[in-house]
């Protein structure tokens, strides 16, 4: 992974004292709270419902151990014990003491880690594919070019002051797992040349109350004019993007009232002008680049003991399930890629205490080299064991819960903290996954419905990423009470595409039977080894509706918020 050099720790110590500054004087009285709101703002901090919320950068959702184990000591030390794991790949802490946060930082800055951008009208955390590096489908490793935006975003003077928050996701595989087209910038590279890496350039995604998916601004750019390329882009969003309504300040706002051809028309002569006073990227840097993230040192004598696993397999169902269920393929024989569940039943989906985060941490070290990543549907990965060790492994991560063999089931939910601590948020939304946990508790029964995406949100602003759900729940307020609406038929890859909304909201103690009335449909009319997504995008909306209301889907939807 990327280690700092001599300027990168004196820019983060920098940053970091001149933060501690900013919250002093605001304790101080001598910052109003306009004045102190951008800069925390710029700092990863929100002032929530019950306390300041942190959210800590986790770039490209890869940590060493050692940054898992300060993550715990913040944990331990800073907040209530636990940690809670975004669909950005990010942590947030829910309580911490503003007075205490810039000595967090201080501590997190001797790990290489900060809270910079991970919140206002900025370049957000760059993300990317969780299997960056090890998958088996990829044309080339996506986190050089991941860390080279990062470090051009990070703190950069032009676009410090964005109309609204700005995402990029980059990926380097054939499959899209990194939602690259429901970005602002989503980067898919398709070619790789030797040195000159081709990306496909998405611009215009997001979801929120405007949701949109984004259409393709470049089929082909050469990886030496990726920065250019972006700047082009970012600059004709600052100059042109609304400023007048933050609803309507996004860029994906802005394409689709341009149009893409003029949008594009814009961004290359844009383009243009940069290229002739700024050159391209370098091969040697880039090559700087990519010996950071070298090729861990694999076992040649792995694949010749991988029948151990069989063995295991043969001997023990538990673990063969959890093998079935939380591992995948790597692309060096006598590995696999395995999935440490966040969602246990009875926890909040993404949480993880300071417990769990040590002993994961202690696992990446004897099993991994190392390193964990952080995946978009708020579990963490191991991405390098050997075969002939995944045995011994999931007895440790048994133990603490980490091992509930349920990835890619109804149960491994995405979903945003909600009004239990967002003040954004008009609904619960955990209190909601406790009950989706309760009634579908029996394992045979979720292999039975098979691979189905289900995502919530406490409101429209999106975080648990509703519209992308096979089956979205999206909390609405109606007469100071918590409602919820169903959506389906979304897919973040690509065969990506938004939800429909199902019909009226429904109460919060009807919400979950709503859903079982959905599964009970698909179970009714699946093909057989038709998934959820491919029964819905056969049949539609319509037979799903008739099945969930009856005789009363005629209810108007003056009823949804």
């Known amino acids: 992974m990327y280690i700092y050099n001599e300027p990168d720790r004196a820019l983060l110590a920098q940053r970091t004292e001149q933060f501690a500054g900013q919250v002093n004087r605001y304790l101080a009285g001598e910052l109003a709270e306009d004045e102190f709101q951008q800069l925390r703002l710029r700092n990863g901090l929100y002032m929530e419902l019950n306390a300041p919320m942190l959210r800590v950068a986790i770039p490209y959702g890869l940590l060493s151990s050692g940054q898992l184990r300060a993550l715990a000591r913040v944990a331990r030390t800073y907040d209530r014990g636990y940690g809670h794991f975004t669909t950005r790949q990010n942590i947030q802490f829910n309580w911490p003491k503003l007075e205490q946060v810039p000595q967090l930082l201080a501590d997190l ?15 957000r955390n760059i993300t990317s594919d969780p299997l960056a590096g090890v998958a088996a489908d990829e044309i080339e490793d996506p986190r050089p070019w991941c860390e080279l935006l990062r470090q051009w975003s990070t703190l950069h003077p032009e676009f410090n002051w964005l109309p609204r928050k700005f995402k990029i996701a980059v990926t380097g595989a054939r499959n899209d797992r990194a939602a690259v087209r429901f970005h602002d910038i989503g980067l898919q590279v398709v070619d790789e040349a030797g040195p000159n890496t081709v990306f496909r350039v998405w611009v215009g995604g997001g979801l929120g109350r405007s949701p949109f998916m984004g259409q393709v601004i470049h089929e082909r750019l050469p990886g030496t004019q990726l920065l250019n390329y972006v700047e082009a882009i970012l600059r004709i969003y ?8 933050k609803h309507k300040a996004r860029i994906k706002i802005l394409v689709n009232a341009l149009g893409i051809d003029v949008f594009k028309v814009k961004v290359d002569s844009e383009w243009a002008l940069i290229q002739k006073v700024q050159p391209g990227l370098s091969g040697e840097i880039v090559e700087q680049m990519r ?74 070290e004897r099993y991994s080299f190392g390193e964990i990543r952080v995946s978009h549907e708020q579990n963490l990965l191991l991405a390098h064991v050997r075969e002939a060790d995944l045995y011994d492994l999931w007895q440790g991560l048994r133990i603490h819960r980490l091992a509930t063999p349920n990835i890619g089931t109804l149960t491994d939910m995405i979903c945003c903290p909600g009004a239990d601590y967002c003040s954004l948020a008009h609904a619960s939304s955990l209190d909601v996954a406790s009950m989706i946990n309760q009634r579908f508790d029996d394992l045979d029964h979720l292999y039975d419905l098979g691979d189905i995406s289900l995502k919530m949100s406490g409101c429209i602003n999106a975080c648990g990423h509703h519209h992308l759900g096979h089956i979205g729940i999206l909390g609405v307020k109606k007469r100071d009470e918590h409602w919820y609406q169903l959506t389906l038929g979304g897919a973040p890859g690509n065969d990506g595409a938004i939800g429909k909304r199902l019909g009226p909201a429904f109460a919060a103690d009807e919400i979950v039977e709503a859903l079982e009335q959905v599964l009970r449909a698909y179970l009714a009319w699946r093909r057989p080894r038709e998934r959820f997504i491919d029964t819905w995008r056969r049949l539609g909306n319509t037979p799903f509706k008739e099945a969930v209301y009856g005789d009363t889907h005629h209810r108007t939807d003056t009823l949804a918020a």
């Open 109 to 123: 800055s001797q790990v290489e880690m900060h809270a910079i951008q991970t919140s206002g009208s900025v370049v």
């Open 238 to 245: 600052n100059l042109e993007g609304r400023r007048d309504n």
């Open 291 to 364: 010996a950071h993230f070298v090729e861990s040192r694999y076992d040649p004598s792995a694949p010749g003991k991988s029948g151990r696993l069989t063995f295991d397999c043969d001997r023990n169902a538990d673990f063969a399930r959890w093998v079935a269920h939380n591992t995948t393929l790597h692309r060096v024989p006598g590995y696999r890629i395995i999935y440490a569940s966040l969602k246990a039943p009875g926890a909040a989906p993404g949480d993880l205490g300071a417990k769990g985060m040590e002993a994961l941490a202690g696992f990446a």
